[in-house]
């Protein structure tokens, strides 16, 4: 999905834009176009959810080796769980991510350079909004199921709460409707390890 120019409002306060999604689809879409399953993917996840995809030009050097194998590669596919001989699969990046969708590494259109640290709070309803402008695009009103592992489960879930005359089934994996302050408390040490690296320089590391 190519650059959005409409801004996409946030949550928690200001806008984004020009937004741009990066996706990948296995399967067919029906006539109907009522065969659509949309995964969200894990924190560190990426849109390439199975198969062998070799390169990614708009990740650029960010797709090496380690994502270049689907993560959850046993489950969907041909025959698989979520089976693409049945289901039109499909898995955008994240916004914020790295893998090719609008993220701290993009350009600003304020500055010409990556915003860094200046990219804004993107909350999981960000996310679940960012998702139906894709399904606009593609033309798909309501999907079969909605999936996702880990903070994609929660994204899944969200979905389906902000927007339940699109989606018929949910499935949540290994996440909830909250976190648990023992979750919180690890995120939290992970958020410290990341900040106190010298080379993060506060979030402005891409010059």
């Known amino acids: 999905m190519g650059a959005d120019s409409a801004p996409l409002p946030l949550r928690e306060g200001g806008e984004l834009a020009p937004i741009q999604l990066s996706y ?95 990219f804004p709070h993107v909350s999981i309803s960000d996310q679940a909004k960012v998702a139906t402008l894709l399904l606009d695009h593609l033309g798909i009103d309501c999907l079969q199921a909605v999936v996702g592992p880990s903070i994609g489960g929660l994204a899944s879930l969200t979905f389906a709460t902000n927007y339940p005359e699109r989606v018929r089934t949910i499935i949540s994996i290994a996440s909830g409707i909250k976190t648990t302050v023992l979750n919180r408390l690890i995120l ?19 010059d």
Do not use: M
């Not at 659509?36 to 030009?57: E, K, R, Y």
């Not at 609008?102 to 990556?114: E, L, N, Q, Y």
């Open 188 to 206: 939290f040490e992970q958020i410290l390890a990341i900040e106190n690296d010298p080379y993060f320089n506060g979030g402005d590391y891409y």
């Open 24 to 118: 990948q689809s296995w399967g067919e879409l029906n006539a109907g176009k009522s065969n659509a399953v949309l995964i969200f993917h894990a924190l560190s996840g990426s849109q390439h959810v199975s198969g062998f995809n070799p390169d990614n030009p708009a990740a650029g050097p960010y797709w090496n080796e380690d994502v270049q194998n689907g993560w959850w590669d046993g489950c969907v596919g041909p025959g698989k769980a979520i089976d693409t001989n049945r289901y039109f699969v499909l898995c955008f990046n994240l916004l914020g991510g790295c893998y090719g969708s609008t993220g701290p590494a993009s350009a600003s259109p304020a500055t010409g350079k990556p915003y860094g640290s200046a």
